[in-house]
């Protein structure tokens, strides 16, 4: 048996705000096979993003282990596991190739060397040109695009993605879509992509979580079996249309 | 009417001559008490007269200042800044922090004489005091604006507590911090210049208080000039400073 990249045991996550106690994750049980790709989808504040800040180790859970190759997750290790978060969360004084160097400048690597790593990611996510303009001078995808290669700069196994489209129009959604497929099938890394919306988890994922409304659980673990590559015409196929339904039923029936 | 930058800076300019102008002839004319406020001319002639005097008391007054602001907006920038790293410390601290705030400092200062002596040990100490509180306190609502996204982002990807202030912290704030040294340098001029007048052996302040028990108002007002270019200084270096780092501020 083949080790999963990142394994949930009765996973269980309780927030206590001003004495009041929520609980956003219920028992969660859920292996991810190293170099799938795996959309978590569901209704506003079912805690799919609590999970993966969990995964990324930037909280422990109130209950149960959660384990990144066999190893419990007790921090951020960002060399396994790379985030991307919604916004691009970009230090705003540092040019692009800057802050896709950034994590390996926090682990100590020589200035000349982190640069040289981080224009060939900027050159993998397309943005090669662009390596020192600041931030500002970028646009919302450009930004998405550094912000995913920073996430991608240490090589980690696991990559996390939390809703990291969901501040970009359409257009921009699919491409950076096809960019991190690309991308995925280049490297094979293990993937979590936490959105909103169903095209995009059917069209990217190998398999798709769908948590029920808070307090967050498993409600359907659901293969998507489209031929990879993916194109942009399967999305009208009556097969991708049957998978968005069996999703939606259950977020519709989770908002009574 | 004051659309353009143009016109904004000539109604500015228009304005000192205003002020500068009235400063001149309304004393002159009888308007205002000679003995209260000189015109703009007698201080200036005074600056000029007594200038060996003000020359040999400048230094202390300026090193003072150097020193207080060294350790009042040093301290008072560092440790705000480990203050706002951590919500513990924030919630130890903040409460007794405002608190101290609301002391007037001033009367402190006859026990600081007594403690470090009329020369410049007293005026540091005062106005270090006097404007360390408040430096440490804009930091700290400075380092409360920022989104927190910027600091996660860096923990998820393995910044440790003082790569997080270094790296991201100091830099994301580094508006704030400009605007606490503006007031804590304001402070730091205000508290040695009032330590000096209170009781001292030299110094502009100390100058300004002789000149007044002596009812020489010209030479009052010369002092008063000096401070105000010292303070003037001060805030063309801030904006130096402020437009260096403006250009990151533009997303």
Same mark, same amino acid.
């Given at each position: 048996?083949?080790?999963?990249?990142?394994?949930?045991?009765?996973?269980?996550?309780?927030?206590?705000?001003?004495?009041?106690?929520?609980?956003?994750?219920?028992?969660?049980?859920?292996?991810?096979?190293?170099?799938?790709?795996?959309?978590?989808?569901?209704?506003?504040?079912?805690?799919?993003?609590?999970?993966?800040?969990?995964?990324?180790?930037?909280?422990?859970?109130?209950?149960?282990?959660?384990?990144?190759?066999?190893?419990?997750?007790?921090? %951020?290790?960002?060399?396994?596991?790379?985030?991307?978060?919604?916004?691009?969360?970009?230090?705003?004084?540092?040019?692009?190739?800057?802050?896709?160097?950034?994590?390996?400048?926090?682990?100590?690597?020589?200035?000349?060397?982190?640069?040289?790593?981080?224009?060939?990611?900027?050159?993998?996510?397309?943005?090669?040109?662009?390596?020192?303009?600041?931030?500002?001078?970028?646009?919302?995808?450009?930004?998405?695009?550094?912000?995913?290669?920073?996430?991608?700069?240490?090589?980690?196994?696991?990559?996390?993605?939390?809703? %990291?489209?969901?501040?970009?129009?359409?257009?921009?959604?699919?491409?950076?879509?096809?960019?991190?497929?690309?991308?995925?099938?280049?490297?094979?890394?293990?993937?979590?992509?936490?959105?909103?919306?169903?095209?995009?988890?059917?069209?990217?994922?190998?398999?798709?979580?769908?948590?029920?409304?808070?307090?967050?659980?498993?409600?359907?673990?659901?293969?998507?079996?489209?031929?990879? %590559?993916?194109?942009?015409?399967?999305?009208?196929?009556?097969?991708?249309?049957?998978?968005?339904?069996?999703?939606?039923?259950?977020?519709?029936?989770?908002?009574? | 009417?004051?659309?353009?930058?143009?016109?904004?800076?000539?109604?500015?300019?228009?304005?000192?001559?205003?002020?500068?102008?009235?400063?001149?002839?309304?004393?002159?004319?009888?308007?205002?008490?000679?003995?209260?406020?000189?015109?703009?001319?007698?201080?200036?002639?005074?600056?000029?007269?007594?200038?060996?005097?003000?020359?040999?008391?400048?230094?202390?007054?300026?090193?003072?200042?150097?020193?207080?602001?060294?350790?009042?907006?040093?301290?008072?920038?560092?440790?705000?800044?480990?203050?706002?790293?951590?919500?513990?410390?924030?919630?130890?601290?903040?409460?007794?922090?405002?608190?101290?705030?609301?002391?007037?400092?001033?009367?402190?200062?006859?026990?600081?004489?007594?403690?470090?002596?009329?020369?410049?040990?007293?005026?540091?100490?005062?106005? !270090?005091?006097?404007?360390?509180?408040? !430096?440490?306190?804009? !930091?700290?609502? =400075?380092?409360?604006?920022?989104?927190?996204?910027?600091?996660?982002?860096?923990?998820?990807?393995?910044?440790?507590?003082?790569?997080?202030?270094?790296?991201?912290?100091?830099?994301?704030?580094?508006?704030?911090?400009?605007?606490?040294?503006?007031?804590?340098?304001?402070?730091?001029?205000?508290?040695?210049?009032?330590?000096?007048?209170?009781?001292?052996?030299?110094?502009? =302040?100390?100058?300004?208080?002789?000149?007044?028990?002596?009812?020489?108002?010209?030479?009052?007002?010369?002092?008063?000039?000096?401070?105000?270019?010292?303070?003037?200084?001060?805030?063309?270096?801030?904006?130096?400073?402020?437009?260096?780092?403006?250009?990151?501020?533009?997303?």
């Amino acid at each position: 048996m083949t080790q999963s990249a990142v394994s949930a045991r009765a996973v269980t996550q309780n927030f206590t705000v001003e004495g009041q106690s929520t609980l956003a994750l219920d028992a969660i049980d859920l292996e991810i096979p190293p170099g799938q790709f795996v959309a978590l989808v569901g209704p506003s504040g079912c805690g799919k993003s609590t999970l993966l800040s969990l995964v990324a180790g930037l909280r422990l859970p109130t209950g149960g282990t959660l384990l990144c190759n066999g190893e419990p997750i007790v921090g %951020p290790v960002p060399q396994r596991i790379g985030m991307i978060f919604q916004e691009a969360n970009l230090l705003p004084w540092l040019t692009a190739v800057e802050n896709v160097a950034f994590p390996l400048k926090l682990r100590g690597m020589p200035k000349r060397e982190r640069l040289e790593a981080a224009r060939a990611m900027l050159d993998l996510t397309g943005l090669g040109n662009f390596a020192d303009r600041l931030p500002h001078q970028l646009s919302g995808g450009m930004k998405q695009r550094v912000s995913i290669g920073r996430g991608l700069v240490q090589d980690p196994g696991v990559l996390l993605l939390d809703e %990291p489209f969901a501040a970009l129009d359409e257009q921009t959604r699919m491409v950076l879509g096809d960019e991190v497929l690309r991308i995925w099938a280049r490297t094979g890394k293990t993937v979590m992509f936490v959105t909103h919306n169903l095209s995009e988890a059917v069209y990217l994922a190998d398999r798709i979580i769908v948590f029920s409304a808070r307090p967050g659980r498993i409600v359907d673990d659901v293969p998507v079996d489209l031929p990879r %590559p993916r194109t942009f015409s399967m999305m009208s196929s009556e097969r991708f249309g049957a998978l968005k339904d069996r999703i939606w039923a259950h977020i519709r029936d989770a908002d009574h | 009417m004051l659309r353009t930058p143009r016109q904004i800076r000539w109604a500015q300019a228009a304005l000192a001559v205003f002020v500068l102008a009235s400063w001149e002839l309304l004393p002159r004319f009888g308007v205002i008490p000679r003995l209260f406020v000189p015109s703009l001319s007698e201080a200036i002639g005074a600056l000029y007269e007594y200038r060996a005097e003000y020359l040999a008391h400048l230094p202390a007054t300026l090193v003072e200042i150097l020193v207080s602001y060294v350790i009042a907006c040093g301290g008072g920038v560092t440790l705000g800044m480990l203050i706002a790293s951590s919500p513990r410390a924030r919630r130890m601290a903040l409460p007794v922090l405002r608190s101290a705030y609301a002391v007037p400092m001033v009367v402190l200062y006859p026990v600081m004489m007594v403690w470090f002596g009329l020369g410049m040990g007293s005026k540091v100490a005062f106005a !270090t005091v006097f404007a360390f509180v408040p !430096t440490l306190l804009t !930091t700290v609502a =400075g380092v409360a604006s920022l989104s927190p996204h910027l600091l996660e982002t860096a923990r998820a990807f393995g910044a440790n507590r003082w790569q997080r202030i270094l790296y991201v912290q100091v830099p994301a704030s580094l508006p704030t911090l400009i605007a606490a040294l503006r007031l804590g340098g304001a402070l730091v001029i205000v508290g040695v210049t009032v330590a000096e007048m209170l009781g001292a052996v030299e110094g502009l =302040g100390f100058l300004i208080t002789r000149h007044r028990t002596l009812l020489n108002s010209p030479g009052v007002y010369g002092g008063i000039i000096l401070v105000l270019l010292i303070t003037s200084a001060h805030e063309v270096l801030l904006r130096r400073l402020e437009q260096r780092v403006q250009k990151f501020r533009e997303s």
